[in-house]
């Protein structure tokens, strides 16, 4: 992951009040339930894509600073959150595909809302649709954010803190609890890490009425406020008085990952040429629905001049064509050039039908030659190899019977020999 120096994107409360969402007429409680449970979606896609805490984690915080510059009326929450999934797991080095990332949300939707569990065909228009809405929501949240992604978790200062305060261990996983919980809610966009880390400490040790130093304090060590923790518990007991968040329509555009529906960013209205020639504003981040309406307007406006511009091209040829007397034909004669004409050209499809089975049919004698080329080579091959073969054998017979008739040569001419040599004894002996 790359890490930058800027580290900036913190709100006040007065901000969260004012958000986009409440611009649109979404009330307080609305914006808390979509918000919970956007990151339920983010957590449980993590677990099911068996990804790290820390991708799970970062995806929460890309989630809540993306609404707090986008309403949740112009964005749905099912989207964004699946955008946020494959986000954060590209940045953690833990990257997964958008095919399974859709089939998780998918699978998920189906489970949550009792629909049947119908398989997401790849190839299909819907699969289509999604992943270019993912592709496209992703493009959103770079471009909010300013390709600044940068996130720190405030799970590695609380083993850190709990080391240095001499804590018992039974706070450790009590705390890092506490902490996944905390990216829930508004948190992570109106405090530090350091912050949060100390008020999840703090929580976890009144919840195990384990005591801690306070004189002198022992978050002053660790660059925290008293104000900071106890807006930290207070948020966090809030969060666990509420009920299980449920998804509520809120959005314009159809979300669904189980229909087809696609969702469409109004900044994506094609706009035409003489629209932005005639000095109509186009603003990509205004969604209201008055500039909707005007950005219709300058379409239709466009639309009636191009029908105008072609009926007159169609007034200025008629009015350079020759006069009836000059062109005058019999109706009946047209008519017969007509059914010529299509009589023609049904004639070159048929001829051109018929030129296409003459080619697959060459086609398929060339596949049949090849194929007896191909085993008539194999049948010379096997003859050769037998031939081969029983040469080799002969041979080898030859060889044996050579051996045989050899040995009883080497002692007819031992005999031969053996009687030259009694011959000159005897000639010897007769002239002695």
Known sequence: MIYTALDTFYLTEEQLINSPSRKDGI??????????????LIQESGILLRLPQAVMATGQVLFHRFYCKK?????????????CVWLASKLEESPRKARQVLNVFHRMECRRENLPLEHLDTSSKKYVDLKADLIRTERH??????????VEHPHKFISNYLATLEAPAKLRQEAWNLANDSLRTTLCVRFKSEVVACGVVYAAARRFQVPLPENPPWWRAFDADKAGIDEVCRVLAHLYSLPKAQYIPVCKEGGSFATSNRSRDSAALPVSKEGLLDGQPVNEDNGTPGNQEAGKEGVMKASLDKLKDSKKSDDDSKSSMPSEGESKEEPGKTDHRIDAGGEKNKERE???????????????????????????????????FERDRDKSKERSHRSRDKGHSEKPKHHSSRDRDYQSYSSREKDRRRHH
């Open 27 to 40: 009330d307080d409680v609305t914006e808390t339930t979509l918000r919970i449970y956007g990151c339920d």
């Open 71 to 83: 309403s949740f009326a112009r964005f749905n929450v099912k989207r964004v959150a699946a955008s």
């Open 141 to 150: 949240l770079l471009k909010e954010m300013g390709f600044i992604c940068h």
């Open 350 to 384: 048929r001829e051109r039908g018929r030129d296409r089975e003459r080619e697959r049919d060459k086609e398929r004698l060339k596949s049949r030659e090849r194929d007896r080329g191909r085993e008539s080579d194999r049948e010379r091959e096997r003859e050769d």
